[in-house]
């Protein structure tokens, strides 16, 4: 069964604020990296993505910045809407995987008035 | 067409019933995958399909046996499934299965074992 009390990590965001949603990715190897936002009851839904061989890519109101050094990945959301409630997912796709995307724990974005 | 569609969109099944998800998608992709996930967790791979063929299967149980009929379609079927199998299934489809590409997402089957 499942964890009593399981949760995810939380960003509070006023409407009309910056979001910056972090996330640690796990293998040096990973060359392509996506974010993902899943809204209750939905599949996850394409964000941006970027490559190893870029660290900043912009795309409409989302940054998505990678810093190969430290393997981090952020993705910064501008004039934060009410529809940008939802989890937040990162994606690694390794080298030679075949298409095998290892995926982030998520951060829960809640979007107050 | 940039969607992949899942059936049904709920399904409630006892551990000794059969039953089959089917996936569906028209983009003319070659790979095709399916996702467990459980509440407030990421999606993890099960298997991957890549022209037609199993290319990964992620040590899932044999209770799970995935079906790839031709390119646009994908079956997951299902037999004495565990309670512990309650979560959303999600098909994803990409151009190929290298890397470099995104993957899109159905809406997933919210599967109940009774």
């Known amino acids: 069964g499942e964890s009593v009390g399981l949760h995810l990590p939380t960003l509070s965001v006023q409407e009309g604020d910056n979001s910056i949603i972090n996330c640690a990715y796990s293998?040096?190897?990973?060359?392509?990296f996506i974010w993902y936002k899943q809204e209750s009851g939905k599949g996850p839904q394409f964000i941006i993505d970027?490559?190893?061989?870029?660290d900043k890519r912009q795309g409409q109101r989302v940054t998505v910045l990678l810093n190969k050094t430290v393997k981090h990945l952020s993705l910064q959301i501008a004039a934060t809407q009410p529809g940008d409630s939802a989890v937040y997912f990162c994606?690694?796709?390794?080298?030679?995987?075949?298409?095998?995307?290892?995926f982030g724990a998520g951060t829960q974005v809640v979007v107050t008035p | 067409d940039t969607e992949v569609t899942q059936t049904p969109k709920h399904l409630v099944m006892g551990m000794t019933n059969k039953k089959s998800l089917k996936c569906e998608q028209h983009?003319?992709?070659?790979?095709m995958y399916w996702y467990k996930q459980k509440a407030k967790k990421p999606p993890e791979l099960m298997f991957v399909y890549s022209y037609e063929k199993l290319s990964i299967n992620e040590s899932v149980p044999s209770r799970f046996s995935p079906e790839c009929p031709n390119s646009s379609l994908l079956n997951l079927h299902l037999h004495a499934l565990q309670p512990e199998d309650s979560a959303l299934y999600l098909c994803?489809?990409?151009?190929?299965?290298?890397?470099?590409?995104?993957?899109?997402f159905g809406p997933g089957t919210r599967l109940t074992v009774t």
């Open positions: 983009m003319g992709h070659r790979a």
């Open positions: 293998n040096s190897a990973s060359d392509y």
């Open positions: 970027i490559r190893s061989n870029m």
């Open positions: 994606a690694e796709n390794m080298v030679d995987s075949w298409g095998k995307l290892q």
């Open positions: 994803a489809s990409s151009p190929t299965s290298g890397v470099l590409y995104e993957q899109y």
